[in-house]
């Protein structure tokens, strides 16, 4: 268990929806980093919060949005959901910017666009 | 962009047999982890080791970051080996890590 808890597992919606997704960092580490799997781009970083303020943006579209709130939960939301947005969502966290703390990733969350 | 190159991209495995997998990276990194993910989709962290040499059970993982490139060993594999391993590099500390493609273990009975 890497205490990360991401929620909900898996997730199955149609094109044009809206979801959200939420992970709970493991207890004391204050940086959140979202990955998105897919089957053709593989393993790609979108983006980071560090204790409540967006820290990086990589790869993430215009339709996709996250934030950190106060307790150090944060939520990615994807919306106008296309079919090429179906992947395996990861959150991780670590202690924190410019600390040397290896990133623990949760189990993920599985999203089907139908 | 640094670019992070895993050898090879598949590799079958009679139980019971030894394997090395290769992680290169064009350019200076923070640090480096392993992970493998299983046929369940998890990602399990395996190793965070920007240099030397790490040890667990049977498997091992050696860091040379002078020529950049990162070596995971797996001796007498069993099926539970199977999966997807991923090497991912830091370059600053505390930044996004960035993945190589992933090397594909089967290991069969």
């Known amino acids: 268990d890497s205490g990360v808890t991401q929620t909900p597992k898996h997730l199955i919606t149609a094109t044009g929806q809206r979801v959200t997704l939420r992970c709970s960092p493991r207890?004391?580490?204050?940086?959140v980093y979202w990955y998105q799997q897919s089957l053709d781009q593989g393993l790609q970083f979108l983006i980071q919060?560090?204790?409540?303020?967006?820290?990086a943006k990589g790869n993430i579209l215009e339709r996709f949005s996250a934030q950190q709130f106060p307790d150090l939960h944060s939520e990615l939301n994807l919306s106008s959901l296309e079919l090429g947005d179906s992947a395996l969502y990861f959150c991780a966290s670590s202690v924190g910017f410019g600390r040397n703390q290896p990133q623990h990733f949760g189990d993920g969350t599985r999203l089907s666009i139908l | 962009g640094i670019q992070v190159e895993q050898s090879p991209p598949d590799l079958i495995l009679q139980e019971g047999a030894n394997s090395t997998l290769r992680c290169n990276f064009s350019?200076?990194?923070?640090?480096l982890q392993w992970f493998h993910q299983n046929p369940w989709g998890q990602l399990i962290n395996l190793f965070y080791?920007?240099?030397g040499t790490k040890q667990n059970g049977r498997l091992s993982a050696t860091t040379v970051a002078t020529e950049r490139y990162s070596l995971l060993y797996i001796s007498s594999s069993q099926t539970t080996d199977s999966g997807v391993y991923f090497c991912a590099v830091e370059i600053e500390a505390g930044t996004a890590l960035i993945f190589g493609k992933g090397t594909t273990l089967s290991v069969s009975s």
């Open positions: 207890s004391g580490d204050l940086s």
């Open positions: 080791i920007p240099s």
């Open positions: 919060y560090y204790n409540g303020e967006e820290r």
């Open positions: 350019d200076s990194v923070n640090n």
